[in-house]
C-alpha cells in the first residue's frame, strides 16, 4: 500500500527554468509533509516543509503547495540550478491514532537541471 | 550544533551473520528512527526510538532490533542476515511529539553476499 507516491521517475529541465515536482497521498489523516533531497552516497537533506493548515509554504528559490482536496503537494524550484541536480523525495506524517511521526516517503524524482 | 553522523558507512557481510549499525544523533533531539533504502525506493520506516523504548515500528520482522542510549544514540541489529537486506540504512533524529523536520545521517551502505 503506497501512500506516498511520486509517479514521475526523473524530470529534466533547463538552467533557469521552472521545476515542478508533483506528489500524491492516499492517507487523510496525513498533516506534514516534507520535502528531502539526496545526492549519491549522502543521506536525505531536509529542503522545506508544510502542515496541513497552510496552502503553500516559500523559502528562498524553493515553494511547497499542498491541496489538500486533492491529496496533491508539489515542489516549485525558481530558478533551476545545475547544483539542484539530484533525487527528490517527497514525505509524509502524523501523530496520533498510535502512528509516532514515522515519515512515509515517495519513491523518489530524479531531476537533472542541463546547464 | 552536531549532525547525525552514523558507523560504518559500508559494510559487507555474509549472509546468516549479524550486523549492529550506529548511529549519533543531532544535539538536542531525543528521538532516533532508523529506514531501509533499497536500490530505486524511497526509505522505508523501520522503527523509532524514544526515551531508551521502542515507539513504533514498521512492516520488518523481529530480526530487526534496535537500542537507544541515554545520550540519545541508537544501534540497529539485524540477525539472520539475508541477501534482499542488501541496502543503505539511515537513521533520523527529531524531537518527539513535534511535527518538525527529521534530520539523516550520511547511511550506512550493507551488502550482504
Known amino acids: 500500500d503506497q501512500q506516498v507516491k511520486q509517479n514521475s521517475p526523473s524530470l529534466s529541465v533547463q538552467e533557469g527554468r521552472i521545476s515542478i515536482l508533483n506528489c500524491d497521498y492516499t492517507n487523510s489523516m496525513f498533516d506534514y509533509f516534507l520535502w528531502y533531497k539526496k545526492y549519491p552516497a549522502e543521506g536525505p537533506t531536509f529542503l522545506i516543509s508544510?502542515?496541513?493548515?497552510?496552502d503553500k509554504n516559500e523559502d528562498g528559490r524553493f515553494t511547497v503547495f499542498l491541496n489538500k482536496s486533492a491529496k496533491h503537494l508539489s515542489l516549485h524550484i525558481v530558478p533551476s540550478q545545475p547544483g539542484d541536480s539530484a533525487v527528490y523525495f517527497c514525505?509524509?506524517?502524523?501523530?496520533?491514532?498510535?502512528?509516532?511521526?514515522?515519515?512515509?516517503f515517495g519513491q523518489g524524482t530524479t531531476l537533472q537541471v542541463k546547464p | 550544533e552536531t549532525g547525525v553522523t552514523q558507523s560504518p558507512t559500508h559494510l559487507i557481510k555474509t549472509r546468516g551473520q549479524q550486523v549492529t549499525l550506529r548511529c549519533s544523533s543531532q544535539?538536542?533531539?531525543?528521538?532516533v528512527s532508523w529506514y531501509q533504502q533499497a536500490l530505486g525506493q524511497g526509505p522505508q520506516f523501520i522503527f523509532q526510538?524514544?526515551?531508551?523504548?521502542?515507539?513504533g515500528r514498521g512492516n520488518f520482522p523481529p530480526r530487526f532490533s534496535g537500542l537507544q542510549f541515554p545520550n540519545y544514540s541508537s544501534e540497529l541489529n539485524v540477525n539472520a542476515l539475508e541477501l534482499d537486506d542488501s541496502a543503505l540504512y539511515l537513521c533520523?533524529?527529531?524531537?518527539?511529539?513535534?511535527?518538525?523536520?527529521?534530520?539523516f545521517g550520511q547511511g550506512t551502505r550493507l551488502t550482504v553476499v
Open positions: 514525505a509524509a506524517s502524523y501523530y496520533g491514532s498510535g502512528n509516532t511521526g514515522k515519515l512515509i
Open positions: 508544510i502542515s496541513s493548515i497552510k
Open positions: 533520523a533524529s527529531s524531537l518527539k511529539g513535534m511535527n518538525t523536520e527529521a534530520f
Open positions: 544535539s538536542g533531539h531525543n528521538t
Open positions: 526510538y524514544y526515551r531508551e523504548e521502542e515507539n
